[in-house]
């Protein structure tokens, strides 16, 4: 039995000051505010949050940042250089270089982490002897790094899409299939869960699965609660392709297949019709805005703010990891609609406290995360309130003027993993130096 004594935290009402969190083995066993501390807690000070949720991560995509910034180009030209890298990973390069980014995540607050996972196999796309191999470093690298993860196992089975069709796999993207939908569901059923660890699915994109096999998915995960996620609609080409070819968009598609559903998280949801917005409204689907990638790709700006007001949830990821800071990520989503909209204050704070935490929870598979409360996950993030950032900020607020810098301290499970600033891995910043060298060649 552990008790963490906070300065402020974040309760479910609101920010309550001196709060005794009462931890019993990966549960918050009570909570109790206007306690004073006792010798025996554990204090953190500031305000201490839920659990922060990064809804979509492409671990391998962090070896880009600082390379790819520069000079003119759009998202296909960035995806070339990506696949650049993909050609280096191996398991044990894979797993090095993700423990480092997903301890880069813990150190910025992020306690649970979607891992949207498509490199699958080896050149050419023979499997390894254990056809998982790669799974099972992103499993590990979560496991040593201290991060709750939700494994998104990725169908991926044609290169693009164009008006004509689907288009062969090229040399890279044979790494990424499995051949068929039976094939990849066979290779995800072996796939455990454990304390830490939920294993889900994935449908890359309509560009990368034909209409028949979006079908055999739904079939094939009919009845699941398991967290189905999908891209869609990044692109405003992958748009015209689809509807050219099927007379329908990509959203009308996945509704159409089935696969618009509560526990379907639609990844991006750029560049959608009025009818798009209706139908993921209807369907009472996640959808993740990525606002730091969105922007950097020049991605465009989706509709958040009609999407919440449709019926969907709308959760945060950091996708390529060209920055990897949850306050940013909440920043964005919020400043992406003033600068659309032309108001402040489109999404509330407990909309945006929510989109981060209990709704991201809830988008993989983890409907008891994200919430301090009784019998709830015991994951816990502490940010400074007295640093040059955050100085005189309203505790309540702390989510709009943070950064990633001001998180002194995270438990995940009951585990501490961030103490004081320093992950229990040691030089955060040295990982990441080794691991990226690797798998840059």
Do not use: K
């Not at 830490?196 to 079939?219: K, Q």
């Not at 189905?228 to 692109?235: A, G, T």
């Not at 007379?247 to 379907?264: C, I, K, M, Q, S």
């Amino acid at each position: 039995m552990t008790t963490y004594w906070c300065e402020h935290a974040v309760l479910p009402g609101g920010v309550r000051p001196a709060v005794r969190v009462r931890v019993d083995g990966d549960r918050v066993a009570s909570v109790t505010p206007d306690a004073p501390a006792g010798t025996s807690d554990v204090v953190l000070r500031g305000v201490v949050l839920p659990g922060l949720a990064n809804a979509h991560s492409h671990a391998f995509h962090r070896a880009l940042r600082g390379r790819t910034h520069a000079g003119r180009g759009s998202f296909w030209t960035w995806r070339e250089q990506m696949y650049a890298v993909a050609r280096h990973l191996d398991p044990d390069r894979y797993l090095a270089l993700a423990r480092a980014v997903f301890a880069e995540m813990a150190l910025a607050g992020y306690t649970a982490v979607g891992e949207f996972h498509y490199v699958h196999h080896g050149p050419g796309g023979r499997p390894y002897a254990d056809p998982n191999a790669m799974g099972e470093a992103v499993v590990e690298a979560a496991r040593e790094a201290g991060l709750r993860l939700t494994l998104l196992d990725t169908l991926y089975l044609r290169g693009g899409l164009t008006a004509a069709g689907h288009t062969p796999l090229d040399e890279v993207q044979e790494r990424f299939s499995d051949g068929s939908v039976a094939a990849w569901a066979d290779r995800v059923a072996s796939l455990a869960e454990g304390p830490t660890l939920r294993a889900g699915a994935a449908v890359h994109s309509v560009r990368a699965v034909p209409r028949a096999d979006l079908e055999a998915v739904a079939a094939a995960t009919a009845g699941s609660d398991r967290p189905l996620h999908v891209h869609l609609s990044e692109q405003p080409a992958e748009n015209a392709a689809c509807v050219a070819l099927h007379d329908r968009t990509p959203t009308a598609l996945l509704d159409d297949a089935g696969l618009l559903r509560p526990t379907t998280t639609a990844v991006h949801a750029t560049h959608l019709t009025d009818d798009d917005v209706v139908r993921l409204g209807a369907a009472g689907v996640s959808v993740a805005f990525c606002p730091t990638t969105e922007r950097d790709l020049a991605d465009g700006i989706g509709p958040a703010r009609r999407l919440a007001d449709a019926g969907a949830r709308v959760v945060l990821g950091s996708d390529q990891h060209a920055v990897v800071d949850p306050f940013e990520e909440v920043r964005g989503l919020e400043m992406h609609e003033r600068l659309t909209s032309l108001e402040r204050g489109r999404f509330t704070t407990d909309e945006l406290q929510a989109a981060a935490t209990a709704d991201g929870y809830r988008s993989l598979g983890w409907p008891e995360g994200g919430v301090l409360a009784e019998g709830r996950l015991a994951d816990l993030v502490a940010v400074r309130l007295d640093s040059p950032r955050t100085a005189g900020s309203d505790p309540e607020q702390v989510l709009l003027s943070a950064t990633a810098a001001d998180v002194t301290d995270v438990v995940v499970g009951g585990a501490p993993v961030v103490i004081g600033g320093r992950h229990r891995l040691g030089d955060v910043g040295q990982l990441l130096v080794d691991s990226i060298t690797e798998v840059r060649g």
